[in-house]
Nanobody, 122 residues
Framework: QLVESGGGLVQAGGSLRLSCAAS????????MAWFRQAPGKEREFVAA????????YYADSVKGRFTISRDNAKNTVYLQMDSLKPEDTGVYYC?????????????????WGQGTQVTVSS
């Protein structure tokens, strides 16, 4: 089970920190990622950390503004979002894949959270 938190309403240029808490004892073996979906658009990849948190992967649209990390001891993945823009608005989803390899496509993931709304006003 994946439970996201931390969404909300923020002005452009502001920051939010999303958290995704996972249940289970094998969290460290699962590839994790954040996706987002804006109204009327398809769900898209945002960011993913490696299993050991030594490498990170980002969509071009968020590079330099977002930072992803995972804490395997706490079974949690974080997404620090800075310099937010109105186009970052959407529902943000945490996803887990029953494999250590990340992919930037939705159909590669086995488990999804319920999503948390992020709204950035201009």
């Amino acid at each position: 089970q994946l439970v996201e938190s931390g969404g909300g309403l923020v002005q452009a240029g502001g920051s939010l920190r999303l958290s995704c808490a996972a249940s289970g004892r094998t969290f460290s073996r699962y590839a994790m990622a954040w996706f987002r979906q804006a109204p009327g658009k398809e769900r898209e990849f945002v960011a993913a950390p490696s299993l050991s948190n030594t490498r990170t992967y980002y969509a071009d649209s968020v590079k330099g503004r977002f930072t992803i990390s995972r804490d395997n001891a706490k079974n949690t993945v974080y997404l620090q979002m800075d310099s937010l823009k109105p186009e970052d608005t959407g529902v943000y989803y945490c996803a887990a894949r029953n494999s250590g390899i990340y992919y930037a496509v939705t159909n590669a993931y086995d488990y999804w959270g319920q999503g948390t709304q992020v709204t950035v006003s201009s």
